[in-house]
C-alpha cells in the first residue's frame, strides 16, 4: 500500500506537469501490491531464518541487508529501468506506463529497504515467532498414508467408491 500511495501522489504531481494515462493506475495497482508482498515475503523470510538461528535482532537485520537487502535494491533498478525505457515513446499511453511503472517499482523497493527493517527492529521478536505446529499432528511427523496406496487418509484423489467423507 505504500507504493501505491507514494506512485498516487508522484502521478498527482507529474500530472501538473505532463497528461498522463488513466490506464497507468492498473499498472500501479498490479505491480504496487505484487512487487510490495514479493519484496517484504524476501526480506521477512531471510530475517526469520537468521533471527531462527540464534542472531539478535540487529545482527539478523545486518546480514538482511547484506543478502536479501542487495537483491531487493538491484531488482527493484533492474526493474525500474526496464519500464523507464517506456517513457521514450510518444505516445501518451506508453509513456504513462513506463513513468508510473518506474515510479511504483522504486517505491516498492525503498519500502523494502527503508520502511520494512524499521519495523523489523520494533516487531522483529513478535514477526520472527514461527507458529505453533498443530495439537492434532507434531511437526516432525508426516501426515498418515494408508497402507497399500501413496495418497494420504482422507484424499479424494483416486477414490472411485462412495465410502467415506464426501469430497469438495
Known sequence: MFAIAVTLGVMGLALVLVPLSIFALNLVIALGIGLSVDFSLLIISRFREEFGRGASIEAALATVRRTAGHT?????????????????????????????GAIVVLAAGAFALLVLPAILAVFGERIAVQPAASANQPASESPP??????????????????AGPPCW
Open 72 to 100: 531487493v535494491l538491484f531488482s527493484s533498478l533492474t526493474i525500474a529501468a526496464a519500464l523507464a525505457t517506456l517513457a521514450v515513446f510518444p505516445e501518451r499511453f506508453v509513456y504513462s506506463m513506463g513513468v508510473a
Open 145 to 162: 498414508v494408508a497402507v497399500g496406496t501413496p495418497w494420504p487418509r482422507g484424499s479424494c484423489v483416486g477414490r472411485s467408491s462412495g
